[in-house]
Nanobody, 115 residues
Framework: QVQLVESGGGLVQPGGSLRLSCAAS????????MSWYRQAPGKQRELVAI???????NYVNSVKGRFTISRDNAKNTVYLQMNSLKSEDTAVYYC?????????WGQGTQVTVSS
């Protein structure tokens, strides 16, 4: 079982940056596909960015060119660097670990973009 703990959320002005971190327990972190999702009030949870065990990445169109997902397998951590933040990026951000039929979620971290 993999346990995930997100950190790095907060309040930031439009145009600002934040870096989210997701620390995973367990020794097989490198074999998992890791993702960041977000859920805004009144909306469904959406996939924001994904990074495979081999390092391939993909993003939802709305964050392409602004967000970067990365992973450090030595630290069992996945990151989401968020630049040029917009008010519509405001949401609770969740980390997900996935492999075959296994999926684990973190507790979420709030990101608020407001002046």
């Amino acid at each position: 079982q993999v346990q995930l703990v997100e950190s790095g959320g907060g309040l930031v002005q439009p145009g600002g940056s934040l870096r989210l971190s997701c620390a995973a327990s367990g020794s097989i972190f490198s074999t998992f596909t890791m993702s960041w999702y977000r859920q805004a009030p009144g909306k469904q949870r959406e996939l924001v960015a994904i990074i495979s065990s081999s390092g391939s990445t993909n993003y939802v169109n709305s964050v392409k060119g602004r967000f970067t997902i990365s992973r450090d397998n030595a630290k069992n951590t996945v990151y989401l660097q968020m630049n040029s933040l917009k008010s519509e990026d405001t949401a609770v951000y969740y980390c997900n670990a996935n492999k075959l039929l296994f999926s684990s979620w973190g507790q979420g971290t709030q990101v608020t973009v407001s002046s």
